[in-house]
Structures are given as structure tokens and as C-alpha cells.
């Protein structure tokens, strides 16, 4: 008999609070995204896509030093140097393979030039193994600076020797 | 060093000895602290301080500390002192060492991610160690601009493979010191001083001496780089491999940095070892290796059908050259093909050409001497013997008289060339060079005897009658010296070499002193008409004067195998103790007539000789006779050559195959003084090319003939013939000179020498581009005299002619020569030189005239 | 009457299976419906971790460490960072300190709220689920902002951690921690007292103490089954000697006792952050000596923390150079995945689930 008290207890008074707890949620604004259409939007320190920088007259800031292979833990960027017109260095092949990459940030923290970085974006899918492999021309790209006070852009121009000229 | 130290305590020189961090250390008198801490491996670091040249102190970076001494001393040229107590590792050593450091760094830019040294920089290393994080200099950098002001980096050219950078230049002055102790070029130097000093090249002057590469490589910083390394890729990123150069005979130790991605050699630096070497490098050496990378290269075989080459599989060319092969011996017996063999090639390829043509072909129609004229066709017994003396490298270092002759060291022989500015610096050498011109190596020389052209054996001659009229040898040997020979007295000696006696006497005092002595024979000689004659009066004066006991002789290999050719028995008539070997081995060997080139091309001339192989080396553009070794090449059935390009021999042969280059497979080397030296493998091979051993034993496999039955019975076959020494053999008694002379045609009056160029060697070196930058085309050098006769200027072009053959090319007007003799270079194949020789001359002559315009 | 024949036979569970929280299989012998014999084959998610890392440097041995146990990877960094430190002999400033502890016990309750999550949906719960990635979801979100990933952060570094807090992360943290203290009592109020819960979890799975500590089971597991064993307390690291907290200890060792201990842990690692945010100093974050090719000297040192897990070890060996000669790390789940066979026995596959799922077993942990 008293099992059956408990029982019914719980149907007309446990029950109905379970509910209403249920009820209490359709109200509220809810906690998840509808993902494609709308975007959380990234903090500001994220590390997503890499992007190379260039100065403000246009020239590329990486001169290819490869201190971001050299840091890289996963062997995912491969570079070549080439002598420009005006016989700086730069990059002739710069390559990362998104496949490798496990977006430590090494490579940004790495760069003396300043010249990469990684951005905010995330959504990498492709459907060909070729398009994870992204070339300098797709890193050159204009893209909204990222403020981060641990990495601002101290040089404006590209530095010649003694102090830096703003 | 340490060797050095070692040697100096063992002969009984006074010693100290001192306490350095707790050890006691005995050292020669006169050895610096740094000296000492490196011999017991205590690491001090230097800038200025190189181990091969003499301190100066300049950087202040090696500071020591020594007990009651008030201040810091600077090791490398603090000479160490009895009961001294010295500290390398205390605070004061470090607190200094980071003070210089820190001055260092005021006006060295922080560029590294742009430098080519960054990687392998010393001041970047040390900065690391020291920890120097910040700079307390807020102001403006001292800067110099580039002249041409197009570069973003100051960046200066100033010479064809080096690049100046006066801002990172932290004025150690080792460029400029290696390059006025060890070369002997005064073409850098340090202009204005205190905080706009800065290392130049001289006004108006290119550094562009044949040891120029060795500058990037000895700067500490990045002050000067080398445009063949410029930008090329990240030094922690290159694969290092071990090897040997395969131009120099001395076979200098070299260390090839790859790109293993790409398949590609990088640069090629030194690898010091202080028995060859001693750390530099010719320009030969630091940037033949780009022959390996060019475009150029033979990628398959080819076979000529219908009159051209067609691209072709391995099997098929295998098939037909075995068939031809067979057709040929078959109607005409196996002696009638001929091999010529490049004597640049590695150990395992020389000696399976060698068994090849010995069991297979079962002939000795096999040479590897391809731009020597008139081998005579018999064992040339002096000249033989005296190839056949040991020689050391190291012994040029304490040696108290040398004697060149015939060469011109610096486009021969470099190694031996710096060694010879060695022992001058080091030990006060005093050396003669005696040479039908004047020669630029002449430069170390107390004097230059400068004698008539092809009267190579009168001045040796001349040398041992002046020491007999002088009254410095015994009579008996100086009447058995005079027996032989047939002029009566100095006075006619001299005479007939055209030089003053009074310099013969300085050579022939200084040859019968007690002084260790060298005499270096070279390729004016060896190459010549003349060298029977030369090695039995050289074997005359050395019975005369005693040389042999008291230093040694020898000729001079040419080539990076032209000893291990020897040595394995590739010339036509190998020595006895070879033949024994050999059959011992081989269990035959052909009684044939042994031929040498000359012969060979007789007798294909004659087309007793029909098939042909000639395995690397270009023997068109060097055999001296141009027309000759074309004629008889074209009369051949049928001609196998294997090399890494097309070239004029390549041209008229049926079958080309690919040859590896030496970087592509592990090869073995004999260098000139019989020292086996192993060349790794560096790189993948090129296209479908592949090594000469391989090449020779597949042609045997298809033949029908397995060659090895293993790789390692050819191991030990190489290793027994390569164990025997040289026998060291002098003739038992005085012996006839038999001078050779020629009439004069006063049509073409002007003597020819042919030599390499300084900046290249053989066929190949012209296909580097770093090298053609130094040298890119053939020039014929002439003294100002001759040419102001002429009517021409540097850069006018002439035509040059003999009996035989005429060339057009410009003319270069050389400050040190003196006399008539006009030099051509050998090393371009757009100039055929050599179309000019007529290969029974003792001395070609040629007449010169003004092209008009 | 004839008799039934029964025969044993072998099930596989996994290793692809939702509740093994990676790639775990069982290789289960039944008897019926009852377990006879366990067989847990481990290796399908083997990385070779440790080889990698002795091919890289120190600093580049950091993101690796992140991916040995990627639910808790600020431990992962900083057992590594902690012993390459102890080689080194080296200071790290105190504000580095204080931010690894709020970093660390962050990590920790977001751990456990993964543990509250995924166990209720292994035992049948969906809504817990939901709630633990929630309020999990707060935390991610402090360490986005602060390193800028939201789970391998490569944050925690030798000589301190990478970067400082940006601006407004504590208050950003406050209010994270107080949400998750109110939203404790709905999860309580979700399971505590549910029935269905309480028979499929009490007096499940007894761990008796006696084999947890033949087995070197570490960690809240060791503690359900009543050994106040915590090395936080034990072995102190860090500061943790500075702040106040208790160890929450159980005595049954059953699956209940695993779960409720560890929402005891979630409030107790609060504390200490409360603690650690208040006393947190101003000054340096990072040793500035520590640069990429940093070279330890020569040594070896093996280091343990606690991570939500159990005990988390590094042994390191440095021979001088710049990349470490040596690591090997040691995770709690290997254990915990070898006890499972001397326990689980005798029971319904059912819970063999619940079990698996308190003991908190993650698989990379246990492969490497």
C-alpha cells in the first residue's frame, strides 16, 4: 500500500515538477547555435587559418627565413627562398599542409618578420586532398588584422638596419 | 694544432708548464693559451683567431683570466708561461667575454632572418650562449649603403661568387688575413678606420682569385656570402654528406650539403683535414659540383640510327653495343678494340675497364692519358720510375728548399700551391720555380728562373754543372755527372736556357744545402715530348746533389684518380709486380701489344682498330692533335662513349650511355700521394644514369662474361693492387740526357703553352656556372711587350696560327709574363684549341696577327 | 527431462563502441546473459607519442603532450613542463604559478562535467548530457580567450605559460563559476535521487580498496573506494600547498561513489580557483631564459601531478641536448582499463557499461 502512495506521489507531484522544469526551458533563449546560418563568433586570440601579412606599401613582409618550419612540431610548412628584384629575400614556394597542421601557433610566435599569423576562420572542409595544401598566394589574402596585444604589429615598413622606422 | 704541439715537445724544444682550470699543462715554448686550451679540449670562443693563420687579437672575444695579472689577457696571443694560473669559465672571463660581445652587436644589424649565415653564424651562436637579450644602444646604427643603390640590403658585389655586406662585418680581418697569408692576394682590405672602418674590395678590383670561395666559408658572420649559396635554402635543413673532390688530385676533403627533396646539391664547403687540405678549397672544388645539377645533363641512352642519336632504353643499348662487339671481334680478333679511360673516375670503374679489356677483350689497348703527347709505345723507363716515388703533402710543410718546375702551380695543383705559401710563412721556405714563362704562383718564389721553351732538361743540367764549378759536390760523382752530359760547362748551359748563371748557382747552393728539400714536377713536362729526357737528368742532379735522401721528387698526378690509375694497373704496360698480381688474380693476362693512346689512334687510323669505348673525359677536346683523334675516332665501326654531357666525342660515338656523376654513388679515390679516400654517395642518381663500374660490368654481363662474382671480390681485388707501395727505384748509376730540340720555323715563331685556366680543369668545369662567371670564355694571355708589338689591347681579338689549324679569340694582356711565350687555356669547347697542336712537336709555335675589324 | 546445453561465448564490444569513449574493445566471454571473463584490447589509437616527441624539441614536445590526453591537455603540458623544470632547476614566476592552478582546475571541472555528461548518457540519461556540455562550454570558452584554442591550448610552457590573461577574464571566470555553482544543484536534483539512476548505479562495480591499490588505481576512483590518496595533498606541486580545499573521500567503491565523488571534486576545485583569483599577483608570466632551443642539462626526473583522472607521470630524460632522450608518460586509464577485468565480472553488460563509464576511462591516455 505505501509503495503505491510513493507511486502515485510521484506521478502527481515529482512529475509535474520534472515538467515544469521542461516547460521553464521552452522559454528561455537557448544555448545552442543554428550552426550553418549563424557563426560564434571567435575570440580574439584564436588560432584558425594562416595568413601572411604585408607591409603597407604592399610588399610581403616573410623573407623566408624558416624559423616557422624550424618551430613547426608537425613538419607542416615548406618553403623556398628566392633574391627579388631588388635582391631581398622572399618566398618562392611557401606551403603549409592544413593536414599536417595542428594549429599550435608556434609558426606566428616564431616569426621574426611578423609576417604570419593566424586568423580566425575554421571551416576547412574540402573534398580534394590538394586543396589542404595551401600556397603563399592563398595566405596573401587582405583579411581584417586580429587584435591581439601580445602580437601588434610594431613595424610599418619594411625595417632597414638601426632603429625601426615607423 | 695539437699535432703540431706534440711534435714540437717530442723535439726537444724548451717547454712550460702552466695550470688552465685546474689541469697542469706542458706546451712548447712559444704556444699561445688558446693554443694549449685547444689541444687539452677546453673550448675558448674566438672571432678573429683561425687555426691556419697567425693571431692578431683584434676581436677581444678568446679573453682568459690570469692570477695577478690586473686585466683580462686575450689567449690567442698571450704566449703561455711557467707556473702561470690561468681561468676560462670564471665570472670576470664571462663578464668580459659578454661586454664584447655586447660591443659587437652595436652596429651588427639584426637581419638574421634575411642572412645566409643565419644557422652557422659564431656571433650568433654566442649571443645565444652569453643570453644577451636587449641592447642598450637606443640610437641610430652605424650603416653603410650599397654604391648601387638598387638593394634593399646593401648588398655589394664584389667579385663573381662573393657577396659584401659592410653592415654585419664585425672586422675580425680573417677574410682579409687568409686572403694575404694564405693565398697571397692582396685584393680585399680594411679602408678608414675606428667606426666606419670597413673591409673592401680593393678600388676598382674584383676578388676573384681561385681560392675566393674560401672567404664566405672562414667569415664568422655574414659579411661576406657566396652568391652560389645565396637564398638557396636554410643550413639546418640540408643533408650533409661526406666526400672528395673529383677534380683535385690531392683530393681535397669536402663536405657536399644536399637537398634531399629536391635531388639537388646544394654547396659543397671544406671538410679540413690537416694531411691534405689543411681546410681551403679551390674555387675548382667549392663550385665543380654544379656540373651535377645542370640541366644539361644526359638523362638516357641514345643510340645513333640513321645518323642521329635517338633516345633509347638500357637494354637496348646494352644489346647493341654487344652485338657490335661480337660482330667486330668476330671479323677481326678481340684486339681491335681500344678503350680510353678518364682518369677522374673512382677506383671500382678504372680497375673493371681495366679487367674488361684485359680477360674479356683479352687486349691491352687500354689508356687513361688522353692529353699527354708522343707515349712512346714502350715502358718509358725513367719517366716511370720517377712516377713512381712516394710523395707526401705534409712534407711541403717543413721542407727548407723547393723547387718547382714546369708548373704553373695555381691552375694545377692548389693544395699544394697554398702549402707551398705555407711553408714559405711558416717555416721560411725558400723556392724556386723555374718555368718557360713567368708564372703568378712564382709570387712565394726567391727566384724565378724564367728559361727558353722545351730546354726543360738543360737547366736541370745547368744546375748540376754550377754546383760542380761552385766546388759543393765530390769529384768522382761530379765526373760521372759530367760524363753524361754533353755540354762542357755552365757558361753553355745557361746559354742554351737563356738565364743568367748567377741565378742557377742560388738554385744549385740552396739544392746541395742540408735543408729538407722538395722538388715538384708539373705538367709543362709531363704533358711534353720532353719528359723522358727531364726525368733522367732530374735522376742525375738527385744522384749529384743527394735530393733523394734528403726529400723527395715527384711527378705530380694530374687528375683526381690519375694515381689509383696507376696504381690498378690501367696504363698500357703496367709494372711488373702488377702484371704478377694481376694473374695471380685473373688467373690470365693478354700477351698483346700494349698501346697507348698515340698508339691506339694509330692504329685505328690504320683500321686495325674498329670498335671503341671511351668511358668519361672528353679525349676530342684534350688529346693534343685535334684533327688526328677526330680522324681516327670517325674511322671506327663502331664507338661507345659514356659521359655525363654531349660533348664532341659523344657526337661521333653510335652508342652514348649516361654516366653517374661522382656524387651519386660511393666511389674510392687515390689521391697523389697513394692516399685512398672514399666519396660518399650524395644524391639520388639523374634520370637514367648510372655509374661507370656498372656500366662496364653490364656490358661484360651481356657479353657473356660476369666480371665480379661479387661486390666484394672487387672490394678486395681494388684493396690488394692498391696495397702496393711505391718501389721508390732510382737508376743505379749516372744515366744519359738526351736533349731534345727542334728546328725553329720562322714562319710561326711564337711558342704556345696550353693550361688549364685558374678557375677550371678538363672538359667539365665549364658546364658550372659559378665558374664560368670567374672564366667564361678562352682568351690567349700574352705579355704586355707582345702584345703592344701587336698592336692589341686587353679584350681584341687575334687569330692565332700554326701549320695546322687557326683560331680567332681575344687576347689578355698578363702584367708577369715577360717573354714571347703566348698561354691558351684549354677549357672551352667553343675555341678549339687544340686543333692548333701538331702532337709530335716538342713546342708548338704559332704566329699571331691583328684581326681588323 | 533433457538438460540444456550451454556453451560460453565471445562477444566483441567495440572498438567502436559509443560508450567506450574512444576505441577500446572488449573482448567479453558470456555466460547468458552474465560476463565470465574480460579481455580489453588497447593499440587503436596508439600515436607513438612518445617516439615523436624524442624527435622534437622541448618546446615543440608541448603540443604533443596536448594530443596524450586531449580532454585534460593543460595537465598534459604542465607534467611536461614540470619536469622539464625540475631538470632544468628552474624558477618560474608566481604569477605563472597562480594561472597554471586556475588553469588546471578549470580544466579539471571541465573534465569532470564531460565525466557527468557522457556517464548519464552511457547509463541511459539524455538530458545530463546536455547539461554538462553546457556549462562545459563556459570553461572552453575562458581558455579560447585565453590561449586561443578551445581543447589542445599549448598554453602551459616551460618557465611559466604562454601568455597572460587578457582583460576581463576574471570577472569572465567569476560569473562561469558561479553559474556552474548553481546549475550543481540541478544536476544533483537530475540523478542523486532518481531511481532508475540509484539501481543501475548503487552497489554496482564494487572496487574494493584492497585491488584499486594493487593496481594502482589513482584518483577519484581510488578515493570511492575510501583511500584518501590525492596528490595535490600527498606530493605537493605547484602552490597547491597555499590553498584551501579538502579531499572529498567515498567508501563503497561503487559506481554511485565514483559519480558523486566527482561532483564533490567540481565544487572543491572551485574553491580553489576563487582562492587563486583573489591571491593572484601582477608581475612576469613566462622565464625569459627559455627560448625555443632550450637545453635542459643532463638528468632525469620522473613527475606526477594529479590530473582529473587519477595520477598523470612524465619520466624525462635529458642527455643535454635539445630534444629530450627519453619521455615517457604515464596515464591513469591504463590502469584503470586494467582492473576492469578483475571487477566487471559477473554482470550484465549493462554495467559493465556504467562501469566502464565511472571509472572515467579516455583511451588516448591509455595508447598514447
Known amino acids: 500500500m505505501k509503495e503505491v502512495i510513493k507511486a502515485v506521489g510521484h506521478v502527481f507531484i515529482k512529475m509535474p515538477q520534472g515538467l515544469l522544469v521542461t516547460l521553464k526551458h521552452l522559454f528561455k533563449k537557448p544555448v545552442t547555435l543554428d550552426y550553418p546560418r549563424k557563426k560564434k563568433p571567435m575570440m580574439p586570440r584564436y588560432r584558425g587559418r594562416h595568413y601572411l601579412e604585408r607591409y603597407d606599401d604592399g610588399s610581403e613582409r616573410c623573407v623566408c627565413c624558416g624559423l616557422c618550419a624550424a618551430a613547426c612540431p608537425a613538419d607542416a610548412i615548406y618553403m623556398e627562398p628566392e633574391e627579388g628584384e631588388h635582391g631581398e629575400r622572399r618566398a618562392k614556394v611557401y606551403e603549409i599542409n592544413l593536414l599536417r597542421c595542428i594549429f599550435c601557433g608556434f609558426c606566428e610566435e616564431a616569426c621574426p618578420e611578423e609576417a604570419i599569423f593566424l586568423g580566425q576562420e575554421y571551416e576547412f572542409a574540402a573534398d580534394k586532398r590538394n586543396s589542404f595544401l595551401w600556397t603563399k598566394e592563398d595566405m596573401l589574402v587582405p583579411h581584417p588584422r586580429k587584435d591581439n596585444p601580445f602580437k601588434k604589429i610594431i613595424r610599418r615598413v619594411r625595417k632597414v638596419y638601426g632603429v625601426t622606422e615607423q | 694544432m695539437a699535432d703540431d704541439i706534440k711534435d714540437k715537445v717530442k723535439t726537444d724544444v724548451p717547454t712550460v708548464t702552466f695550470t688552465m682550470d685546474g689541469q697542469e699543462v706542458t706546451v712548447a715554448k712559444g704556444t699561445t693559451i688558446l693554443e694549449a686550451a685547444r689541444s687539452i679540449g677546453i673550448h675558448i670562443p674566438t672571432f678573429c683567431w683561425h687555426p691556419k693563420l697567425k693571431p692578431v687579437g683584434s676581436c677581444r672575444m678568446c679573453y682568459v683570466e690570469i692570477e695577478k695579472w690586473p686585466k683580462l689577457a686575450v689567449s690567442c696571443v698571450t704566449e703561455a708561461t711557467d707556473g702561470m694560473i690561468v681561468h676560462t669559465e670564471s665570472d670576470k672571463v664571462k663578464r668580459g667575454r659578454r661586454a664584447t660581445l655586447e660591443f659587437l652587436l652595436l652596429n651588427h644589424p639584426l637581419d638574421c632572418p634575411t642572412c645566409d649565415q643565419g644557422g652557422e653564424c659564431e656571433l650568433q651562436n654566442l649571443t645565444f650562449e652569453h643570453g644577451i637579450d636587449d641592447s642598450r644602444f637606443d640610437f641610430q646604427k652605424n650603416r653603410f649603403t650599397s654604391d648601387t643603390d638598387n638593394t634593399v640590403f646593401d648588398d655589394k658585389r664584389i667579385g663573381p661568387e662573393i657577396i659584401l655586406n659592410r653592415n654585419r662585418c664585425i672586422l675580425c680581418y680573417r677574410c682579409v688575413r687568409a686572403n694575404k697569408e694564405a693565398f697571397g692576394e692582396y685584393d680585399l682590405g680594411v679602408y678608414e678606420r675606428g667606426n666606419i672602418a670597413e673591409i673592401n674590395a680593393a678600388p676598382g678590383q674584383q676578388v676573384n682569385s681561385p681560392f675566393s670561395g674560401n672567404l664566405p666559408e672562414i667569415c664568422p658572420v655574414g659579411a661576406l656570402t657566396s652568391v652560389d649559396w645565396r637564398y638557396k635554402m636554410r643550413v639546418w635543413l640540408a643533408g650533409k654528406t661526406p666526400s672528395i673532390c673529383p677534380y683535385s688530385s690531392s683530393g681535397s676533403n669536402i663536405l657536399i650539403y644536399t637537398d634531399d627533396n629536391k635531388n639537388l646539391i646544394r654547396r659543397v664547403t671544406s671538410r679540413c683535414n690537416d694531411d691534405i687540405d689543411d681546410g681551403w678549397l679551390s674555387d675548382i672544388t667549392r663550385y665543380g659540383y654544379q656540373i651535377a645539377n645542370s640541366e644539361e645533363r644526359l638523362q638516357t641512352p641514345l643510340i645513333k640510327k640513321e645518323g642521329k642519336q635517338v633516345e633509347a632504353t638500357w637494354d637496348e643499348a646494352l644489346e647493341v653495343i654487344c652485338n657490335r662487339f661480337k660482330e667486330i671481334t668476330e671479323k677481326k680478333g678481340k684486339v681491335c678494340i681500344g678503350g680510353l679511360i678518364s682518369p677522374s673516375l673512382d677506383n671500382a670503374s678504372l680497375y673493371c675497364s681495366s679487367k674488361l679489356f684485359r680477360t674479356v677483350f683479352n687486349n691491352n689497348n687500354i689508356d687513361f692519358r688522353t692529353d699527354y703527347r708522343m707515349l712512346p709505345n714502350k715502358p718509358d723507363s725513367y719517366f716511370g720510375m720517377l712516377c713512381n716515388r712516394s710523395f707526401r703533402i705534409t712534407d711541403i710543410d717543413d721542407s727548407d728548399v723547393i723547387v718547382v718546375l714546369g708548373s704553373d702551380l695555381i691552375r694545377e695543383h692548389h693544395n699544394e700551391y697554398l702549402r707551398i705559401r705555407k711553408a714559405v710563412n711558416f717555416n721560411n721556405a725558400r723556392v724556386f720555380s723555374l718555368n718557360p714563362y713567368s708564372v703568378k704562383s712564382a709570387d712565394v718564389a726567391q727566384a724565378e728562373i724564367v728559361y727558353n721553351i722545351g730546354t726543360d732538361e738543360i737547366i736541370l743540367v745547368a744546375i748540376g754543372l754550377a754546383a760542380i764549378e761552385m766546388g759543393l759536390v765530390e769529384q768522382g760523382l761530379a765526373q760521372g755527372f759530367k760524363e753524361k752530359v754533353k755540354l762542357g760547362s755552365l757558361a753553355e748551359a745557361t746559354e742554351v736556357c737563356g738565364v743568367s748563371s748567377d741565378d742557377v748557382k742560388l738554385v744549385a747552393r740552396a739544392l746541395a744545402g742540408d735543408g729538407k728539400v722538395s722538388v715538384i714536377v708539373g705538367e709543362l713536362i709531363t704533358r711534353s715530348h720532353g719528359r723522358e729526357a727531364v726525368a733522367s737528368a732530374l735522376f742525375n742532379l738527385s744522384r749529384l746533389l743527394g735530393i733523394d735522401k734528403k726529400g723527395q721528387m715527384a711527378v705530380l698526378a694530374r687528375y683526381a684518380n690519375s694515381r689509383g690509375a696507376e696504381k690498378l694497373g690501367l696504363l698500357p704496360i703496367p709494372t711488373g709486380a702488377q702484371v704478377e698480381m694481376l694473374k695471380a688474380m685473373w688467373g690470365k693476362f693478354p700477351d698483346a701489344e700494349p698501346q697507348t693512346t698515340d698508339a691506339m689512334l694509330a692504329l685505328m687510323h690504320k683500321e686495325e682498330i674498329s670498335g671503341g669505348l671511351v668511358l668519361g673525359g672528353n679525349p676530342i677536346m684534350l688529346y693534343p692533335d685535334r684533327q688526328f683523334i677526330t680522324e681516327g675516332l670517325e674511322k671506327l665501326d663502331f664507338l661507345v662513349a659514356c659521359d655525363l654531357f654531349e660533348s664532341e666525342t659523344t657526337e661521333l660515338a653510335d652508342v652514348v650511355l649516361p654516366m653517374s656523376s661522382w656524387a651519386e654513388y660511393e666511389g674510392s679515390y687515390v689521391n697523389l700521394e697513394g692516399c685512398n679516400q672514399v666519396a660518399c654517395q650524395a644524391i639520388k642518381h639523374i634520370g637514367q644514369s648510372k655509374p661507370a663500374f656498372e656500366i662496364i660490368r653490364l656490358i661484360a654481363e651481356k657479353i657473356g662474361t660476369s666480371l665480379f662474382e661479387s661486390d666484394e671480390q672487387m672490394a678486395t681485388e681494388i684493396e690488394q693492387l692498391l696495397s702496393c707501395e711505391p718501389d721508390n727505384a732510382t737508376p743505379d748509376n749516372f744515366v744519359d740526357v738526351l736533349p731534345l730540340s727542334e728546328e725553329v720555323d720562322p714562319d710561326f715563331p711564337i711558342p704556345l703553352c696550353i693550361c688549364d685556366d685558374p678557375h677550371h680543369t678538363g672538359a667539365l668545369t665549364q658546364k658550372a656556372p659559378s665558374l664560368t662567371n670567374f672564366t667564361g670564355e678562352a682568351y690567349i694571355e700574352m705579355s704586355p711587350d707582345l702584345a703592344a708589338r701587336l698592336e692589341v689591347s686587353e679584350g681584341q681579338p687575334v687569330r692565332v696560327e700554326s701549320p695546322v689549324g687557326k683560331i680567332v679569340m681575344p687576347v689578355k694582356v698578363s702584367k708577369h709574363i715577360d717573354n714571347d711565350v703566348v698561354i691558351i687555356p684549354r677549357n672551352f669547347s667553343q675555341i678549339r684549341v687544340t686543333s692548333l697542336l701538331m702532337r709530335k712537336k716538342r713546342v708548338d709555335r704559332v704566329r699571331i696577327t691583328k684581326v681588323d675589324e | ?368
Not at chain 3, 5 to 29: A, D, K, W, Y
Not at chain 3, 129 to 143: C, K, W
Not at chain 3, 245 to 263: A, H, Q, T
Open chain 3, 1 to 368: 527431462m533433457r538438460e540444456l546445453r550451454t556453451e560460453e561465448f565471445i562477444v566483441n564490444m567495440g572498438p567502436q563502441h559509443p560508450s567506450t569513449h574512444g576505441v577500446c574493445r572488449l573482448v567479453l566471454t558470456m555466460d547468458g546473459e552474465k560476463i565470465v571473463k574480460i579481455e580489453p584490447v588497447i593499440g587503436y589509437l596508439h600515436r607513438a607519442i612518445e617516439k615523436v616527441m624524442e624527435n622534437r624539441t622541448y618546446s615543440q614536445c608541448i603540443p604533443m603532450m596536448d594530443r596524450v590526453e586531449y580532454v585534460t591537455s593543460m595537465s598534459c603540458e604542465y607534467v611536461f613542463s614540470l619536469a622539464t623544470e625540475r631538470i632544468a632547476e628552474m624558477e618560474v614566476p608566481e604569477r605563472a604559478k597562480y594561472l597554471r592552478v586556475i588553469m588546471l582546475e578549470l580544466n579539471r571541472i571541465a573534465s569532470h562535467l564531460l565525466f557527468y555528461g557522457v556517464t548519464a548518457m552511457d547509463i541511459g540519461a539524455l538530458t545530463p548530457f546536455l547539461y554538462g556540455m553546457r556549462e562545459r562550454e563556459l570553461i572552453i570558452d575562458l581558455f579560447e580567450m585565453t590561449c586561443g584554442q578551445r581543447l589542445t591550448y599549448n598554453y602551459i610552457r616551460i618557465g611559466g605559460v604562454s601568455k597572460d590573461i587578457p582583460k576581463g577574464f576574471e570577472q569572465k571566470c567569476r560569473s562561469a563559476l558561479k553559474v556552474i555553482a548553481e546549475k550543481m544543484s540541478d544536476y544533483e536534483g537530475l540523478l542523486n535521487e532518481n531511481p532508475i539512476w540509484l539501481k543501475r548505479t548503487k552497489g554496482v562495480g564494487i572496487l574494493p580498496k584492497e585491488l584499486a591499490i594493487a593496481y594502482g588505481v589513482s584518483g577519484p576512483n581510488l578515493r570511492a573506494s575510501g583511500v584518501q590518496y590525492d596528490l595535490r595533498r600527498n606530493d605537493p606541486y605547484c602552490i597547491y600547498d597555499k590553498f584551501d580545499f579538502d579531499i572529498p573521500v567515498r567508501y563503497n567503491g561503487d559506481c554511485f561513489d565514483r559519480y558523486i565523488l566527482r561532483l564533490d571534486e567540481i565544487k572543491q576545485s572551485m574553491r580553489i580557483i576563487y582562492q587563486a583569483l583573489d591571491g593572484l599577483p601582477e608581475g612576469d608570466v613566462k622565464n625569459k631564459k627559455v627560448k625555443l632551443t632550450f637545453k635542459p642539462p643532463a638528468g632525469e626526473t620522473y613527475t606526477r601531478i594529479e590530473n582529473s583522472r587519477g595520477e598523470l607521470g612524465v619520466y624525462l630524460i635529458s642527455d643535454g641536448g635539445k630534444k629530450p632522450l627519453r619521455v615517457k608518460t604515464r596515464g591513469a586509464s591504463f590502469n584503470h582499463v586494467q582492473i576492469l577485468p578483475h571487477f566487471s565480472t559477473n554482470m550484465l553488460i549493462a554495467d559493465l557499461v556504467a562501469n566502464f563509464a565511472t571509472l572515467d576511462i579516455i583511451m588516448p591516455e591509455v595508447d598514447r
